[in-house]
């Protein structure tokens, strides 16, 4: 799971450092943009059992506020994620026409799931919460066509705050020993990979 999700990382980046060019070029000769909001869905979302979508409106030429919302049901061998997040963000363009282009951003996390784990053997049921918040940096590229598609590519590095709080059960009951290997619970550090497809107007 690490490897995989450093290669998804390193492949993000690439693809970064290879379209920034190409945008550069495109936005020389286009016109100036006249579409200020952007809705679009995370498309590395669904890999792991979430949905994802965004909403983003550009306030100035270099000004832009997003505010994110995900839902997920995934499952880490026999612990049973259920949860909402938001993640609000304020993005800062420097080709001065927001919200298409390079920019850097500062954003927060406010994330609550619900863990269950069934015990067969026993016939119980265990429960637990996950409540942190966070704060981090990320830094994108969003290409804005002219038939209004828009692909945000970007990559983020942040900060949670948070620990399990156990309702029924113990740690164990939780095997923290996958959920930590895969970085899932507690504080620390998160990174904040992502591609989106949307439609801007």
């Not at 999700?5 to 690439?14: A, G």
């Not at 290997?181 to 507690?186: A, P, S």
Request: aromatic share 14%; proline share 4%.
């Amino acid at each position: 799971m690490k490897k995989f999700t450093f290669l998804l990382v390193l492949s993000l980046l690439l693809a970064f450092v290879a379209v920034a060019p190409v945008n550069a070029q495109r936005r020389a000769a286009a016109p100036a943009n006249n579409r200020n909001t952007v809705v679009k869905v995370n498309v590395l979302s669904p890999f792991v059992l979430t949905a994802s979508g965004f909403v983003e409106h550009a306030f100035s030429p270099k000004i832009s506020a997003q505010l994110g919302a995900f839902a997920t049901g995934a499952s880490v061998k026999d612990v049973e994620f259920r949860g909402y997040g938001f993640t609000p963000e304020v993005r800062y363009y420097f080709a001065e026409q927001a919200p298409d282009g390079f920019y850097v951003a500062g954003y927060g996390r406010v994330l609550n799931y619900r863990l269950t784990v069934e015990d067969t053997e026993r016939g119980e049921t265990y429960e637990a919460t996950y409540k942190p918040i966070g704060v981090g940096v990320a830094a994108g590229n969003q290409f804005i066509f002219n038939n209004g598609i828009s692909l945000d590519l970007f990559f983020g590095i942040g900060v949670n705050g948070g620990s399990l709080n156990v309702k029924s059960g113990t740690n164990e009951d939780f095997d923290r020993g996958v959920l930590d290997y895969l970085n899932i619970l507690g504080s620390g550090v998160r990174f904040r990979p992502g591609l989106t497809v949307g439609y801007a107007f």
